[in-house]
């Protein structure tokens, strides 16, 4: 009962936030709201007992991440109006796009989700390590090598180009 | 009932306020400290010696006008100095400064909890508070504040990863993100982690005079270069929380420090029997003693060095302490693994 009431408080806050991120007309409040959504995300993993995900969370998306996004924005000049596009109806189709796209997603997930046999959880109970992080850990290094590896040489890959193109001269 | 609830609100409420007077005496401690370095006498007239200097101080600051800039964000100005304070606040929840003790015939333990990711919990908060000092430089459309704002946060998001990367070879050492954990390490090893991580100790300690805007890295408020700094606009109270936040953070780091490299609340040799008669002082008094000593070497430091340059402390952050502290890690990890065969 209280979970359930905790879980529809943040949710509600969740949406009404990156509702919030998406109408602000100023860039720096909508990216403010991305950090209270951030944290009210962080929030949910709390909720969900994955302490060491809500604590990685705030750390690199609320600290890091938007941080940077900040930076950005209070350095660019946002008072030149951006140049109108020849279409100028392309932003609602794009985003009516999208929307449908992903109200389909959604669809397939309700109706696929719930019709198969639930999705059978890894392995966690087996896990010869006990505490939120040493699972992740265990698992990071296990079950999941390969997809962890290419995740960090995208990551590596990223902050090369990065600099590549950041660098006129190397 | 008392358990659940009445305990850990009095833990509470004891630490903040403990916290916040501690604050206020830093600021006379400083200034004290500062003065006898200088052959002067620092405050005297209010109290004897000046004792009763902070409460002049939060006196005026709290009757003096609050003034919001008319080209002022509004909103941004007025949260601003709270989201740097409650960072500021709320890594106390896990700083252990006692092991269980009986108190009036009831076990309490001496730390308002202990979380499975302890460490990574204060990371992750003292990474939020840097957005206090960017939205006070943003939102006071000014130029100075600015300009203080983006060499704060540049400053604390560089020096954050070095700080981090010395956690982590503490964390290899502790095997545990839970900072009551990594005080029973220490316990168990018989030897505090400063001895055997020196250089993540020095690290650590060089990234958290950085990450507290002190000196030597007190760029942010160069008063020669920026009147002031990312406050400069503010006043009253909302400067002074400000102010706090600057103190209480320190305190954080004297007290992490303590928790990880200088084993807490432990006495001194703590596997020696021969020194068994220290166990008459109680454990939380090791504490705050070896968190005085960091303090007092925060203000020891302000007294001695001075400022580096900009294009410097980017230097010793990115191209010194980081590598240092990779390597650093990386050792930590190889020795653990042959000691572990």
Known sequence: ??????????SAFILLFAVL??????????????????????ALYVLLGAEFLAAIQVL?????????????????NLKRPPEAHQDPHRRTKVGFGLSAAVLVELAAIVAYGYAGPAPTPPAAAALPVTGNTEQVGWLLYTSYLIPFEIASMLLLVAMIGAIVLAKREL | MIDSFVIPVLKIAIVLNATLVAVTYMVLLERKVIAWAQSRLGPMRVGPYGILQPVADAVKLM?????TPSRADKWVFTAAPIIAMVPALIIYA???????????GRQVTLYITDINVGLLYVVSVASVGVYGIILAGY????????????????QLISYEVAVTLTLVSVILMA???SMVSIVRAQEMSHVWFGFVQPIAFVIFFVGGLAETNRSPFDLPEAEQELTGGFHTEYSGMRFALFFLAE??????????????????????????AALGFLDIVPSWTWFLIKSFVFLYVFIWVRATLPRYRYDQLMRIGWKLLIPLAIANLVVTGIVKVILAS
Do not use: C, Q
């Not at chain 1, 009962?1 to 943040?10: L, R, S, V």
């Not at chain 2, 939102?139 to 540049?154: G, M, V």
């Open chain 2, 139 to 154: 939102s006071s459309n000014s130029k100075y504040p600015l300009l203080a704002s983006l060499r704060a946060s540049a």
């Open chain 1, 21 to 42: 991120v998406v109408s602000t007309r100023d860039t720096v409040h909508s990216v403010l709201f991305l950090v209270l959504d951030f944290l009210f995300v962080a």
């Open chain 1, 1 to 10: 009962m209280g979970e359930a009431i905790a879980f529809y408080t943040i």
């Open chain 1, 60 to 76: 690199v998306y609320a600290g890091g991440i938007v941080v940077l996004y900040l930076f950005v924005v209070m350095l660019v």
């Open chain 2, 63 to 67: 009757i003096k006008e609050d003034i």
């Open chain 2, 175 to 177: 095997g545990s993100l």
């Open chain 2, 247 to 272: 103190y209480a953070n320190m305190i954080v780091v004297s007290s992490v420090a303590t928790t990880l490299f200088l084993g807490g609340w432990l006495r001194p040799f703590p596997n020696v």
């Open chain 2, 94 to 104: 896990v700083i252990p400064f006692g092991p269980e003790v009986s108190l009036f």
